[in-house]
């Protein structure tokens, strides 16, 4: 099992640094957002403070550096390196899923306390994973791996792609309930790059979750990585539904009203990315395969310099916006373009902010 697991985290990694693994026709729709520029912003570049609290921790920058890896010796090296620019720069940092440490007991790369003491620290299991185990099991993998929280992820679509994939999907969202109810820690439900539609939104809702990565479409496709890593079968069904999922902006605006804290990940790869999903409601923004490269660079320095770009890139764009904060921004009116626009809930307080949207 360990071996599988192991070689497959492997080819996850060299796949998403080497091939090309994003959506192909599909966009994050983020594109689709203008933020309205304000030519007399009367604040100094200086007083912009990009900080938000996410799940009652506060974040020096609306940014979270989502799961990527953890359990081998590369994703040791590589989770360091992610930790320590999340604790330099203000961000939380999300380990990749923790399978290998819920049942095999692998600490291996899930030991980063050290380098980032302050850091808003994500655990990691999937929902097949989390069925089979008990709450008392799940507290005990975040406390040896010292997170804060649990991401619960969901990947329906790429474990029916994989050939080893799950098959049988009963019993999550009374998984997802026991867990709010019995967990002990804060709950995060992501999704992986194929979004969370409204509906969805309603029955976490019900279930007592507070906060979601929507996790949308339009960055990194895990259904074609699978179809990239296997032959046969799962490669063809793998390219025929290559590019399923509902972008990362229509699954923000499909969950804006719904009371969520939302973490927008899927596709993000710069400060203007981030700012448009913050405009459309995210209260942070999460990154994933646009970190990789930075992470494994020779220089160890350049991951964390990557999110300190990235973090100007939000103030500029905030003071651009004639925004102090991500709060400020929240209430602006926005430019929704056409193919966004039909995403959008009626009636819902993004309608409202539309420019040009009748004022009631
Ligand atoms: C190499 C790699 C491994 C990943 N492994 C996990 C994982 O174990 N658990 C998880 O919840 N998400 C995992 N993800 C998904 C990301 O957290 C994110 O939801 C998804 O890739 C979309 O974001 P992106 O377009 O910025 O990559 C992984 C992403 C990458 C690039």
Redesign the pocket.
């Given at each position: 099992m360990t071996d599988v697991h192991r070689s497959r985290k492997d080819q996850?990694?060299d796949l998403?640094l080497g091939a090309d693994v994003g959506f192909r026709q599909r966009t994050t729709l983020l594109e689709e957002v203008e933020v309205v520029h304000d030519a007399l912003p009367d604040f100094a570049l200086e007083s912009v403070d990009p900080s938000v609290t996410l799940l009652g921790r506060q974040l020096r920058l609306p940014v979270v550096i989502?799961?990527?890896?953890g359990g081998t010796e590369r994703a040791e090296a590589i989770n360091r390196r992610l930790a320590a620019a999340a604790q330099a720069e203000g961000t939380a940092f999300g380990f990749?899923?923790q399978r290998l440490l819920l049942e095999e007991g692998i600490r291996t790369g899930f030991e980063v306390r050290d380098v980032a003491p302050e850091t808003l620290i994500l655990g990691?299991i999937g929902l097949a994973q989390a069925r089979r185990a008990s709450p008392e099991a799940l507290f005990e993998m975040l406390e040896i791996s010292g997170a804060d929280a649990l991401?619960l992820?969901l990947n329906v679509a790429q474990e029916v792609v994989q050939a080893e994939g799950a098959r049988d999907f009963r019993a999550g969202l009374q998984t997802i309930q026991r867990l709010v109810e019995e967990l002990g820690k804060p709950l995060v439900v992501?999704e992986?790059?194929c979004g969370l539609s409204r509906s969805v939104g309603m029955r976490l809702r019900e279930a007592g979750v507070t906060c979601v990565d929507v996790?949308g479409a339009g960055?990194?496709s895990w259904v074609g990585v699978e179809a990239l890593r296997t032959a046969g079968r799962p490669a063809r069904v793998g390219e025929t539904f290559w590019d399923w999922g509902i972008p990362t902006a229509a699954s923000i605006a499909q969950v804006h009203d719904l009371g969520f804290e939302i973490v927008a990940?899927?596709?993000?790869a710069n400060g203007l990315d981030a700012l448009r999903a913050l405009a459309l409601g995210a209260k942070a923004v999460?990154?994933?395969?646009?970190l990789?490269p930075y992470a494994v660079d020779p220089d160890p320095d350049a991951v964390r310099i990557r999110i300190e770009e990235i973090g100007d890139e939000i103030r500029m764009g905030l003071l651009l916006a004639g925004a102090r904060t991500p709060e400020d921004l929240r209430t602006q009116p926005v430019v929704i373009g056409p193919r966004l626009l039909p995403w959008v809930p009626p009636g819902a307080p993004l309608c409202e902010r539309r420019c040009g949207a009748p004022r009631g």
């Amino acid at each position: 099992m360990t071996d599988v697991h192991r070689s497959r985290k492997d080819q996850h990694l060299d796949l998403c640094l080497g091939a090309d693994v994003g959506f192909r026709q599909r966009t994050t729709l983020l594109e689709e957002v203008e933020v309205v520029h304000d030519a007399l912003p009367d604040f100094a570049l200086e007083s912009v403070d990009p900080s938000v609290t996410l799940l009652g921790r506060q974040l020096r920058l609306p940014v979270v550096i989502s799961a990527i890896t953890g359990g081998t010796e590369r994703a040791e090296a590589i989770n360091r390196r992610l930790a320590a620019a999340a604790q330099a720069e203000g961000t939380a940092f999300g380990f990749g899923s923790q399978r290998l440490l819920l049942e095999e007991g692998i600490r291996t790369g899930f030991e980063v306390r050290d380098v980032a003491p302050e850091t808003l620290i994500l655990g990691n299991i999937g929902l097949a994973q989390a069925r089979r185990a008990s709450p008392e099991a799940l507290f005990e993998m975040l406390e040896i791996s010292g997170a804060d929280a649990l991401c619960l992820h969901l990947n329906v679509a790429q474990e029916v792609v994989q050939a080893e994939g799950a098959r049988d999907f009963r019993a999550g969202l009374q998984t997802i309930q026991r867990l709010v109810e019995e967990l002990g820690k804060p709950l995060v439900v992501k999704e992986t790059g194929c979004g969370l539609s409204r509906s969805v939104g309603m029955r976490l809702r019900e279930a007592g979750v507070t906060c979601v990565d929507v996790g949308g479409a339009g960055g990194t496709s895990w259904v074609g990585v699978e179809a990239l890593r296997t032959a046969g079968r799962p490669a063809r069904v793998g390219e025929t539904f290559w590019d399923w999922g509902i972008p990362t902006a229509a699954s923000i605006a499909q969950v804006h009203d719904l009371g969520f804290e939302i973490v927008a990940t899927g596709g993000l790869a710069n400060g203007l990315d981030a700012l448009r999903a913050l405009a459309l409601g995210a209260k942070a923004v999460g990154f994933a395969r646009h970190l990789l490269p930075y992470a494994v660079d020779p220089d160890p320095d350049a991951v964390r310099i990557r999110i300190e770009e990235i973090g100007d890139e939000i103030r500029m764009g905030l003071l651009l916006a004639g925004a102090r904060t991500p709060e400020d921004l929240r209430t602006q009116p926005v430019v929704i373009g056409p193919r966004l626009l039909p995403w959008v809930p009626p009636g819902a307080p993004l309608c409202e902010r539309r420019c040009g949207a009748p004022r009631g």
